[in-house]
């Protein structure tokens, strides 16, 4: 048990990604768990998300377990001009590493989702990412080291059926991510893209209408999602797909059998949603 621990241990490099990290999209599933383990490994947090009471908690019980420094931005990232917030609240802050996890979209069939639903999709699932990297990349780069998270999808490169404009948005932010990890290597700043496949969160239950139970292959626990993140951050790789199961599946991504799955498995989460 012991060594299971210490395995499971978070190890981040305190000098390069702290003495604080920004976490958006942190009052719940992946990005809170990311909040988590950095705070286990003794950085200082600001946490964003529009639910500032999530945050609120979030932030007292990390301060009181990990005794660390915690802040709290209660902010909508889909509006425009939210780097204006986001600027007042962290001057002064020696941030190290921007850990850039919202999300939102649900299952749908594309004639079934409003024109506005689909654009604020795109507020929040790119242009927001795209604005938070180009407010931090010029300081971390100033202070010659640091790191930028991103999210992407395990398999939205190829397109999702049923999750088109979603997936699209995460293959952008794939692309993006991989360009920037080589643009920014030679100023010590590591940009790293996490691609997770299914995982245990509130958005694949109440957005994606999925059964957990009668899924083809269970969904990641959130611990394991982010240990493998963080440690290919540590690393220094570009991207990371958690779990060897989903790293194999992204290898057959582009064949029939396995596009059929997925088509399927979408297909029945926008049924249940009515949105087909
Ligand atoms: N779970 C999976 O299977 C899976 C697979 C591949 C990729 N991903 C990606 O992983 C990321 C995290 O997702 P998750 O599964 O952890 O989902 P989640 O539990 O629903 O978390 C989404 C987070 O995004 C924040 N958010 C959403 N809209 C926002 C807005 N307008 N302004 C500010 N924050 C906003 C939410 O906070 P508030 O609601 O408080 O604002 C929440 O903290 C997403 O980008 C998702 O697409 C997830």
Redesign the pocket.
């Known amino acids: 048990m012991k060594k299971l621990e210490n395995k499971m241990k978070t190890i981040i490099d305190k000098n390069k990604y702290g003495p604080w990290a920004i976490v958006?999209?942190?009052?719940?599933?992946?990005?809170?768990?990311f909040a988590r383990q950095l705070a286990s490994a003794g950085l200082n947090l600001v946490l964003?998300?529009?639910?500032?009471a999530?945050?609120e908690e979030l932030s007292q019980n990390l301060s009181r377990e990990f005794k660390i420094q915690c802040k709290v931005i209660?902010?909508?990232?889909?509006?425009d001009g939210?780097v204006s917030d986001i600027d007042t609240a962290v001057k002064g802050l020696d941030i190290g590493l921007l850990v850039s996890?919202?999300?939102?979209?649900k299952a749908g069939a594309f004639l079934k989702i409003s024109h506005a639903e689909l654009r604020?999709v795109l507020?929040?699932?790119l242009i927001?990412h795209l604005e938070l990297v180009h407010y931090f990349a010029p300081t971390l780069v100033n202070r010659g080291r640091g790191g930028i998270v991103m999210?992407?999808?395990?398999g939205?490169s190829l397109g999702v059926p049923y999750i088109a404009n979603?997936a699209a948005?995460?293959a952008y932010?794939e692309s993006f991510g991989e360009a920037l990890h080589i643009e920014l290597k030679e100023h010590n700043v590591n940009v790293f893209t996490?691609?997770?496949?299914?995982?245990?969160?509130?958005?694949?239950v109440?957005?994606?209408g999925m059964e957990i139970d009668s899924m083809p292959m269970k969904?990641?626990s959130?611990d394991q999602?982010v240990a493998e993140g963080l440690k290919a951050l540590q690393a220094n790789q570009s991207s990371h797909i958690p779990g060897r199961l989903n790293r194999v599946m992204r290898k057959f991504m582009h064949t029939s059998p396995v596009r059929k799955l997925m088509t399927k498995m979408q297909r029945k989460s926008a049924i249940r949603l009515h949105r087909i």
């Open positions: 958006t999209g942190a009052s719940s599933g992946i990005g809170k768990e964003v998300a529009r639910r500032g999530l945050l209660a902010l909508d990232l889909s509006k939210f996890m919202q999300g939102a979209g604020e507020s929040i699932n927001s999210v992407g999808a395990m939205a979603i948005t995460k932010v996490l691609l997770p496949g299914p995982t245990n969160t509130d958005l694949i109440k957005e994606f969904p990641m959130v999602c």
